[in-house]
């Protein structure tokens, strides 16, 4: 194969679907490939170990430069930093470890200039333990006012000194700690799904409701285009606050789980009202603004309902991202996704990667199931082969990027980088790691400073050398100035790719499969580029086209095991 130097190049405007609704631009969320920055670890200006705003803003062309639509930015709120930011204390103000307001404002309009939307995350589902609300109800005895924002009762036993009920915490332990009261009296327990510091809001709660409100026209009005909602599966739960045992396949999120009823902490109907509120306050607006869904919920057709033309525009397919490397459930999982979310109006999403899950060019190597929030370490089972798992990440990218709908990338999968496995014991800071004993390594290892210059301090991080958690010594291999211009790079295959599907508007697109090439191969047409990935071992002999893309360099014409081409069809 070689390329066709007299190819011309497609106009997308004349591909482009029309606005539903003006009928004229098309609407950007439906086809725009998200780039997930997340703060603490992307680019660190002041030299403290720990990522800022500012840095973001100075290496924002890079991403541009890739080719992304948006980006979205986890949180960067005032916070104790006990989950990480997703612990707020303030959901108005920049914590004083990544800046300003004023550089917020900054790198909002730098983004602006290079044509990117910005996103950033909101986390209702609970505060932190630090935040003046949570703090109220603690001075504030039973049945106060206070209180009534979070989820108090007492508890069992005749003292009231057992666990109101059984619920678990998604990061190990019981859902539920017990204060001391003001007097200095053992007292009530409030919820928790996730970490002590994180109290759960009771969003029955209508002064809950309307503060939540506010924080969304404080951020639209600073000129965001869109929300991304933390736990936005967990925010209502079930009447009573019945005791509940997950089946042993259940994810830390609720994920794998197809029971008729969902467990009554997660995926209760009751949350779509509030997003419908949500979506009244966004829409009016001027310009597209958006609310993408973090809900681990099975199956896609119930996560549909996330994305009714009245709620949200998007929700994370984590169906999608967990469906491994084996064409049969690559191919269901197209196919389910895109009739369940079409079916709403909504486009698919797809995701590999993020901040709670170990990196895809580790994942998909590993040899043994790893069920999400898990991690792994040292002493983990069925550890991967580094470079099986980069071939298939690979892959499974290029497979990923050729699909209609919307893509999420999770900052540094564009460098191939696998997950951080040998950190030390003592640099591990996911509350998952300290609420389960070490029994689980949690999220630690995808969460490491990106590389930016292979001969810098702390790979370019920043100057110091600093880093809040250690960079393992061989990542200069994967620093962008290394694999910039380097046509055999991870980095310039995802420039590719997000190139291509730009030229060919892949993201409007739609899916024709194509038969004749065998169980673990999945090959499918999107307009005019044929796609051909090979989950197996045996050769794929491929048709003889232009080549546009290959995640292996391609000497004859059969496609290796492990590697995804796009052919000019
Ligand atoms: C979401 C976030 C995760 C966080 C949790 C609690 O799942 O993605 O990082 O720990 O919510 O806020």
Redesign the pocket.
């Known amino acids: 194969m070689s390329l066709d130097e007299t190819a011309q190049p497609i106009d997308p405007q004349t591909l482009a679907p029309l606005d539903t609704v003006t009928g004229l631009e098309p609407e950007w969320w439906r086809t725009a490939v998200i780039y997930q920055i997340y703060p603490r670890s992307f680019a660190d200006s002041d030299g403290d170990g720990i990522g800022d705003l500012p840095g973001i803003t100075r290496r924002l062309d890079s991403l541009a430069d890739l080719g992304v639509d948006a980006i979205w930015l986890?949180p960067f709120f005032t916070s104790p930093q006990k989950?990480?930011g997703?612990?707020v204390a303030d959901y108005c103000d920049v914590d004083p470890l990544f800046g300003t307001l004023a550089d917020f404002d900054i790198l909002r309009q730098k983004a602006t200039d290079l044509g990117l939307r910005v996103i950033v995350d909101i986390?209702p589902?609970?505060t932190s333990s630090a935040h003046p609300w949570f703090e109220a109800a603690l001075v504030d005895g039973p049945g106060s006012e206070a209180r009534s924002h979070y989820l108090f009762r007492d508890g069992r036993g005749d003292r009231g000194e057992l666990p109101p009920n059984n619920w678990q915490s998604?990061?190990g332990g019981d859902a539920w700690t017990r204060i001391t009261e003001a007097d200095g009296t053992p007292g009530q327990w409030y919820l928790h799904l996730?970490d002590s510091s994180?109290p759960d809001l009771d969003w029955n709660d209508e002064w809950v409701r309307e503060q939540f409100l506010s924080v969304l026209r404080f951020w639209l009005d600073r000129g965001v285009d869109g929300f991304r909602v933390?736990?936005a599966h967990g925010m209502i739960k079930r009447p009573g606050l019945p005791d509940y045992t997950p089946p042993a396949d259940a994810g830390s999120?609720g994920g794998g789980q197809e029971a008729a009823e969902p467990p009554p902490y997660w995926a209760q109907d009751g949350v779509h009202e509030i997003y419908r509120s949500w979506r009244t306050v966004l829409d009016s607006y001027p310009g597209d603004r958006i609310l993408v869904a973090?809900a681990w919920v099975d199956p896609l057709s119930k996560l549909a309902n996330w994305v009714r033309p009245d709620e949200m525009h998007q929700a994370f397919n984590f169906s999608y991202l967990e469906s491994g490397w084996k064409a049969s459930s690559i191919r269901r999982v197209i196919d389910d996704s895109l009739e369940v979310f079409a079916s709403v109006g909504a486009p698919s999403t797809w995701v590999l990667s993020?901040?709670?899950v170990v990196r895809h060019a580790s994942r998909l190597g590993l040899t043994v199931e790893n069920p999400q929030g898990a991690g792994i370490g040292p002493k983990s089972k069925g550890l991967p082969d580094r470079a099986i798992g980069l071939a298939r990440a690979r892959a499974a990218s290029a497979v990923m990027l050729a699909l209609p709908g919307s893509a999420y990338l999770y900052q540094g999968e564009e460098l191939g980088l696998p997950e951080a496995i040998d950190l030390p014991d003592e640099a591990r800071q996911d509350?998952t790691w300290f609420r389960t004993e070490g029994a689980r390594y949690g999220?630690d290892g995808c969460r490491v400073p990106l590389p930016w210059e292979a001969a810098s301090p702390a790979f370019g991080f920043n100057t110091t050398g600093e880093s809040w958690l250690p960079q393992p010594s061989d990542w200069a291999a994967y620093a962008r100035d290394t694999e910039t211009g380097d046509p055999s790079s991870t980095l310039e295959l995802y420039r590719l790719a997000l190139d291509t599907r730009s030229r060919f508007n892949l993201g409007a697109g739609s899916i024709e499969w194509l038969t004749g090439y065998g169980p673990e191969v999945v090959a499918f047409r999107n307009g005019d580029v044929t796609v051909i990935a090979n989950t197996g071992a045996v050769p794929v002999e491929l048709p003889v086209a232009e080549e546009l893309l290959s995640t292996v360099p391609l000497d004859g014409a059969a496609l290796p095991g492990d590697a995804t081409v796009w052919l000019r069809a």
């Open positions: 986890s989950d990480a997703y612990d986390v589902n609970h998604v990061f996730f994180q933390d736990v999120m973090e993020n901040h709670d509350p999220r």
